[in-house]
């Protein structure tokens, strides 16, 4: 076999609601020069026959049921492209994405990742806003440690050299929240990024999916900072990473608060009084304020 410009990774977990249409987007792709590979995280839904239907248009691979990021790392380990995408399920690009990706990681070679702009919409395809490149892309890894949005689209929309992705390692598995940020923040470390303009991506957002997965998100939000701690320049792992550390604290602190759980949200609230008082001290303590009065926040 020929190898293709392109792999594109899709992880799939039940999501035969909305395969097909990924699935479609890709196919519907102007720039053609790409594999399509989906690994099958052990659905236990209509996904395998969707897929089965599909013939040689795409590789499937199947595994049991190992989350998110080792069905990701599975589709990397058998990607043959000199770039890789990826595609989440429930999530669609429109057609001129790959191609005006390659355009620029062929024109610009000191690029090692790029994204486009984004736009979001509820699972009924109704458009609910749009994620935007960073105004400036310098100082990346502190920009995506600080705000976790800073590559535009997530996993969705990126595109990566092979060669750096092998560089720097897949996605942590161990991680069950900020995956993706923990990916990003060392893409960045080691290769410039650049975000396209054009909504040539379409995100699915799920309000549901947030709440669930709430916990396991703050763990891993934590769990990213502290393991890429020492990838910020040095000025910046003492404050700033505090402040940032304070920052994640203290937006848990009021989903908690939200879900009825008083006493963990001040005890998160607290702790990020305690890393950064001077940066964060007066939003900690007008949100412990209101959570002791029993006001909304």
Known sequence: MSTPRVSIVMPAYNCAWCIDRAIDSVQAQTFTDFELVVVDDGSTDDTPTLLARRGDALRVIRQDNAGMS?????????????????????DWWRPHKLAQQVALLDAEPDIGFCSHA??????????VGEWGCPPDAGNLVARILGGHSAVAGGASSVMVRRALLERTGGFDARLRGAEDTDQWVRLAAAGRYACLPDLQVVVTRNPGSVSRNREAMRRGALDCLDKN???????????FWRSCRASVLADYAKWRYRDGERAAALRDLAQAFALA????????????LAMLTGRPV
């Open 70 to 90: 080792a069905a990701r790392n599975t589709g990397i380990a058998a990607a043959r492209g000199e770039f890789i995408a990826f595609l989440d399920s429930d």
């Open 118 to 127: 984004t736009e979001l919409q509820s699972p009924e395809g109704v458009k």
């Open 229 to 239: 701690r020492a990838l910020l320049p040095v000025a910046q792992q003492s404050a």
């Open 277 to 288: 008082p001077l940066a964060r001290g007066r939003l900690i303590l007008s949100l412990a």
